[in-house]
């Protein structure tokens, strides 16, 4: 009895073992297989909300300081900086017409406002840079391929909106406005009403521009297919000039120099989506090629 008992204390050590062995071997395939698909940083993934919370004040903080650092560096030439964003207006108003302010305190606040929208403007790379850092840690290596590419193109196109707007929409915008007028109104802006006309017309402008990126994300993460938007292009033209007339002032010079960019930036983000995804079946097909000859 006592040497069936032995046995048996070995059967079971053997199969323990054995169980360990296949234990572990499944653990190293996991950790083979979590290495190779790139998957999330354990670094952030293991923390708590809170140490995320303090993670997130930390970039927001260095925003803050940076956007600081900017203005501060610029708000000596506040005047200078609203002189250059008001060459437009000015140009188009008549011999004797200027500028006013209505307030006492527009004549401080405006130039200000333009400062802090402009040390914006000038950090936005550093914004986007520390965006990047708290994300990065939960994406995927394939994921941070192509994210890096869309931030710098983000930054490019909103850029490229802003100065589209400010030299050749809002000239023409405003010489519809003041041809216009009445001959018994003579046209004077107030400076703090033209800086929020002109704040607003180069967000849309500049977000707008973010149109090929924000085509691209939702066919590369599935959410839309290329065939399904190719089928739909007349619905998005007509929604681009719905857009268009919301988003800008009332007149159809603003509304055609935004829907037709519009309808121009999507089929970019189309054309560049086709490119890419024939460009990822170009390799699996070699690949697929390569294991049949085989």
């Known amino acids: ?3 069936f008992k032995r046995k048996k204390s070995r059967q079971e050590k053997v199969a323990d073992s054995d169980i360990d062995t296949s234990t572990a071997s499944i653990d190293s395939n996991v950790d083979s297989n979590t290495d190779d698909s790139g998957d999330i940083l354990s670094s952030l993934g293991d923390m708590p909300i809170t140490e995320h919370l303090i993670e997130l004040r930390r970039h927001l903080i260095k925003i803050c300081v940076a956007v600081l650092v900017i203005f501060l560096a610029l708000v000596g030439f506040s005047r200078e900086l609203y002189d250059f964003l008001s060459d437009p207006l000015v140009a188009q108003l008549p011999a ?18 333009l400062t802090v929208f402009v040390a914006a403007f000038f950090a936005m790379p550093y914004i986007l840079y520390q965006i990047w850092s708290f994300v990065a840690p939960g994406l995927y290596k394939k ?3 192509i994210a890096i590419p869309v ?7 909103f850029y490229a909106g802003v100065a589209f707007s400010y030299f050749i929409v809002l000239k023409g915008v405003l010489k519809f406005f003041i041809m216009f007028a009445p001959q018994n109104v003579l046209p004077m802006t107030d400076i703090d009403s033209y800086l929020s006309f ?3 017309l180069f967000m849309v402008f500049g977000l707008t521009f973010e149109i090929p990126v924000v085509t691209l994300l939702l066919i590369l993460t599935g959410v ?4 399904s938007l190719e089928d739909k292009r007349r619905y998005i033209i007509v929604g681009c000039f719905a857009v268009a007339a919301v988003v800008t002032p ?3 010079v603003s509304m055609l120099m935004l829907a037709v960019p519009m309808w121009l930036l999507f089929e ?8 890419l995804i024939k460009e990822e079946r170009n390799p699996t097909l070699a690949s697929d090629t390569g294991l049949n000859k085989e």
């Open 1 to 3: 009895m006592g040497l």
């Open 96 to 113: 004797n017409s200027t500028m006013i302010a209505t307030d006492i305190t527009s004549n401080f606040m405006a130039p200000i406002r």
């Open 143 to 145: 994921e941070k391929k």
């Open 151 to 157: 931030l710098m193109s983000s930054i490019f196109l």
């Open 198 to 200: 002109a704040l607003k």
């Open 224 to 227: 839309v297919s290329i065939q």
């Open 250 to 252: 009332p007149d159809g």
């Open 268 to 275: 970019l983000g189309l054309f560049l989506a086709k490119i």
